[in-house]
């Protein structure tokens, strides 16, 4: 690929993740003022949904979201695909080819940390290990790992930690809260709903801390934060937070729980307002984007809808090696490793030619529905949930089973993924208070170089945002397109690399089984 024409400016980029978060939460905490932050860059800059992909799997979406690519394109499909698939640059590549320096905190698909200039990266909680750059901000994932291993630090620990966390710039009345929150857990032993999203605003505002005392050292041209909160708590407290929408939701349990989900959008809001207070001070040229990966809706057929268990078919069928998976609600999604996308087509129909042998004893009935989409095929159980009753065994091939070893109660997590997201953007070249119209996670990328007067790649599948911005902006717009930006350069794994994910993989299990997405 030759030079790209930079067009250099001054300006400096903030984005921030909110996974999960919907403008139905948002719209109603703004106009009780609880949203200040928000509301403001709402007011000042361009918003409006941002429409999500079919199949909504967290890293595939947000690697189409940072790259304005498809999933086919970009290779990264679920959980389980780690970065070295990465066949698309992401924006904060395609930002350190022209020399900017990148800041990243929190994006998923990140580990192994790479930058090829000066600047800091700190991977995802699924991380592995706590790689991050620079090196001495390992300890954050050091700290999360134990919070998820449930076990307490040592005398010795806890002060290394707290050293750590006072260098970084965490205050004295946030590591007091940190320590109470832990030592709280460690000694009541409370239930899981009582501290999870304790510890997920925490873990937050920790990141935060750190996030802004590395812009302050390095001052990144394109700085990321990522926000897990309002997405992971939506799957867990959605009913108390919308309990008309589901049946016989205990009353104390409302009271207990209903605020949740709201107090994790105020704490982000009050991030966002520490954030911009403080780059907005040293930068008069700042470019704010928020965007989420989808939204939310409540999922009130979760308690009655059978789930598959995909893991005894996939061993049941010698597949396990060859297709993964991730569960959302009671479908679950496949995704071959084949290299080639015939090849992932190929080992997907054997698959789906395979689950046609389990079948109802009494009534030789199939008990799965397929459907692919895209690089996908989604399974459910659909025959039962339209008002089948089966028996107590099924058939597989000539093999008899009970029907437990196939099919069990739906994970009960109240909110899933709906298509419509967030997106807010304020520049000033954006206009003030526009409604954004038919934007789709593939156009975030393309807007943001558009904001930063850099070609879009015509291999790229989404669309510059043209109606939010001034009507001078683009007199000065290159006119030139490049064909594609490339691929990462630097991605392939180690054998060091490979033997940390293997060792890992259980603990990666076990998270994702937390959050409902594998069996």
């Not at 003022?33 to 403001?40: F, R, V, Y």
């Not at 940390?113 to 050091?142: R, T, Y």
């Not at 704010?288 to 409540?298: A, E, P």
Request: with cysteine.
């Amino acid at each position: 690929m030759g030079e790209i024409n930079l067009h250099a400016n001054d300006k400096k980029t903030l984005f921030i993740g909110m996974d999960g978060a919907t403008w139905d939460v948002i719209k109603p905490l703004i106009e009780e003022g609880k949203l200040p932050n928000i509301a403001k860059l709402k007011k000042e800059g361009a918003s409006g949904i941002l429409l999500s992909t079919e199949i909504m799997i967290s890293p595939s979406v947000w690697t189409s979201i940072l790259t304005g690519k498809i999933a086919g394109k970009h290779g990264i499909l679920d959980f389980m695909t780690m970065q070295n698939h990465l066949k698309a640059k992401r924006i904060w590549e395609i930002f350190e080819d022209t020399g900017k320096i990148t800041g990243i905190a929190g994006f998923l698909m990140t580990w192994p940390p790479k930058l090829k200039n000066e600047g800091f990266l700190i991977p995802d909680h699924f991380a592995p290990n706590g790689q991050a750059i620079p090196e001495d901000v390992s300890f954050f994932w050091e700290i999360t790992h134990n919070r998820l291993k449930k076990t307490a630090f040592g005398f010795l620990e806890s002060v290394y930690f707290m050293k750590k966390l006072l260098k970084y710039g965490v205050d004295f009345r946030t590591l007091i809260n940190a320590i109470n929150v832990f030592f709280w857990r460690i000694i009541t032993k409370p239930v899981y709903l009582d501290y999870f999203h304790r510890e997920i605003k925490l873990f937050q505002l920790l990141l935060e801390k750190i996030f802004l005392t590395l812009c302050n050292k390095y001052n990144p041209d394109f700085a990321a934060i990522y926000y897990p909160g309002t997405d992971v708590t939506a799957h867990k407290y959605w009913c108390y937070y919308k309990p008309d929408d589901f049946e016989e939701i205990d009353e104390n349990d409302i009271k207990k729980y209903g605020n949740i989900i709201p107090e994790q959008y105020i704490a982000v809001d009050q991030s966002i307002g520490r954030l911009i207070k403080q780059m907005e001070r040293k930068h008069k040229n700042l470019d704010i984007i928020i965007v989420s990966d989808h939204g939310f809706q409540s999922s009130t057929e979760a308690k009655y809808h059978p789930s598959v268990k995909i893991d005894f078919l996939l061993e049941h069928f010698q597949l396990k090696d060859q297709i993964t998976y991730t569960k959302l609600g009671h479908n679950t999604i496949l995704h071959a490793k084949a290299v080639t996308k015939q090849g992932q087509l190929n080992l997907l129909k054997q698959f789906e030619e395979k689950i046609k042998q389990v079948r109802d004893v009494r009534k030789d009935i199939p008990l799965f529905e397929t459907e692919y989409i895209e690089e996908y095929l989604k399974v459910a159980a659909e025959p039962m949930w339209k008002g089948y009753q089966f028996s107590d065994a099924i058939t597989i091939g000539q093999q008899q089973y009970k029907v437990e070893n196939v099919l069990e109660k739906g994970v009960l997590l109240t909110g899933k993924h709906a298509r419509k997201g967030i997106i807010i953007i304020k520049s000033q070249d954006v206009k003030p208070g526009h409604k954004i119209q038919n934007a789709t996670v593939f156009d975030v990328t393309p807007t943001i170089l558009a904001l930063n007067k850099m070609p879009i790649a015509k291999d790229m599948d989404g669309k510059i945002l043209k109606d939010i911005f001034i009507d001078s902006f683009f007199k000065d717009f290159p006119s030139e397109s490049i064909d594609s930006y490339g691929s990462p350069e630097d991605i392939s794994f180690s054998k060091q690399d490979f033997e940390i994910v293997k060792e890992n993989e259980d603990d990666l299990v076990s998270r994702l089984q937390n959050l409902g997405y594998m069996d």
